[in-house]
């Protein structure tokens, strides 16, 4: 719940505790929905980077889903650069970097699969 003007926000934490049968390389990763709305309409939620498990040495990784990522991705940080507002061009900065970097990072691990 959010806090109340004033109020210091209350950290959760959640621990979930389950037995998942693994069978060959696979990722986990945490998603939570919210019904709470942005400035823009657009309904709030969060998710957790990956966390890759290794079978015999293997990992997972879809080249045609990670280029159509990639794609998303590309397309949000140029959305940013044509429409975002910030409170400063520092601001902006960072955010596009941080997006550049993981666009840079996953156009590598692509290009490392399809070699």
Known sequence: MPAAAGE???AVERLFDREIPVDGPS???VRIESDTKNELGQQLF??????????AGQRVFD??????????????????RARGTFSSDAARDKMLGTYNEAIRTLAEQIGRRTK
């Not at 969060?46 to 079978?55: D, F, G, K, L, Q």
């Open 63 to 80: 080249i045609e889903s990670g280029r159509a990522l990639l794609k998303q991705m590309e397309d949000g940080r140029d959305d940013i």
């Open 8 to 10: 210091q926000p209350v």
């Open 46 to 55: 969060a998710h957790s980077s990956p966390v890759y498990v290794e079978v």
């Open 27 to 29: 990722w986990f990763a």
